[in-house]
């Protein structure tokens, strides 16, 4: 029922129900100060995603671009296809309706280095969370919990498990 797959990595009930070993997501206020690579890891910059998958201030992201590709035309290909990107994500993001995050708002990261709080076990449950346009389910895995401990993850990810008591 149980498979080990390495240390900080289990599935259940044929890989339904998945622990992991990871971060915790922790909250901090939207600002350029806290965008630095010093303070939160390297790929949370503006046009990214927060750790929620919301878009961090993509407005801004596109006039950082834009500008960028202005003042270097010897990379302006490159800043403009990175704006590409940019819209891309954030006209699906807005036709969906996920919304982004500004500058002033607040955004969540995942505490890699443990500055906030320790790492826990993550549960995650496979879930049909849409049907293509072919009528095939569309899995993913959410999280349904976490615990402090490996032994504590597992006996609440048996909980999620089809027939457990």
């Not at 036709?95 to 549960?123: F, L, N, R, Y």
Request: charged letters at 30%; hydrophobic letters at 40%.
């Amino acid at each position: 029922m149980e498979k080990k797959i390495s240390e900080n990595f289990v599935i259940l009930d044929g890989d339904k129900v998945r622990i992991e070993r990871g971060p915790q997501i922790v909250r901090h206020a939207c600002s350029h100060e806290n965008l630095k690579d010093d303070v939160t890891a390297a790929h949370y910059h503006l046009g990214t995603r927060d750790a929620l998958g919301r878009l961090i201030d993509p407005e801004a992201a596109l006039k950082k671009l834009h500008e960028r590709a202005r003042l270097d035309p010897g990379r302006a290909k490159e800043f403009i296809a990175a704006a590409a990107v940019v819209e891309r994500a954030w006209k699906r993001d807005t036709q969906i309706g996920v919304p982004s995050v500004k500058i002033g708002d607040e955004m969540h990261c995942a505490d890699w280095d443990e500055v906030q709080t320790k790492w826990v076990w993550k549960i995650y449950q496979r879930q049909q969370v849409d049907v293509t346009e072919a009528g095939v389910p569309v899995l993913r895995y959410i999280q349904v919990g976490s615990a402090p401990t490996k032994d504590a993850a597992i006996k609440d990810a048996k909980k999620f498990v089809k027939g457990a008591a």
